[in-house]
C-alpha cells in the first residue's frame, strides 16, 4: 500500500503511480466523499492510458465506454444511484469485469458483493481545499 500526498497538478504522476504499481490489474475501486476528486483521478489515469475520448462522470450513464489510441476500451462506472448490487449485475457488470478491459468503479462499497477481492482498492481523502492523500 502507498499513500500519496497530492494536488491536481500532480494528478499525473499518482495516476501513473497506479498503473505501474499494478500492471496486470484491470479493475480499480475509487471510495472517497461526494466531491473529494474520484472522477477527476480516473480522468488523469484515463488521459495516461492514451485515452482518446472526452471523459466524464457516468453518474446518470453508470457507465461510460472510452477508446485508447491503440484502440483498448477503458470502462468507467458511477455506482452512486443504484440501490443495490442486483442493478448493477443488470446493466451485465461481471461482463465488464471478465472482459479484460480497464473498469474504474465510483462508490465502489456499491458492489462489492459482485467484486470480491478482485480489483484495487483506491481510497482519496480530503487534506484541505486543494489536497487529497490517495492510499492505493
Sequence with gaps: ?????????????????????YPRERVFGFYGEMGVGKT??????????????????PTFAIVNEYWTESGQPVYHFDFYRIDEPADATRI?????LASGAYCFIEWTE???PILGDDF????????????RNIIF
Design 120 to 131: 484495487i482498492p483506491v481510497r482519496i481523502e480530503r487534506e484541505d481545499d486543494t489536497t
Design 40 to 57: 477527476t483521478l480516473i480522468k488523469v489515469m484515463c488521459r495516461v492510458l492514451g485515452v482518446c475520448d472526452i471523459t466524464s462522470s
Design 110 to 112: 456499491k458492489v462489492e
Design 92 to 96: 451485465g457488470f461481471e461482463e465488464y
Design 1 to 21: 500500500m502507498q499513500q500519496i500526498t497530492a494536488n491536481e497538478q500532480q494528478l499525473a504522476g499518482v495516476a501513473d503511480a497506479i498503473l505501474k504499481a
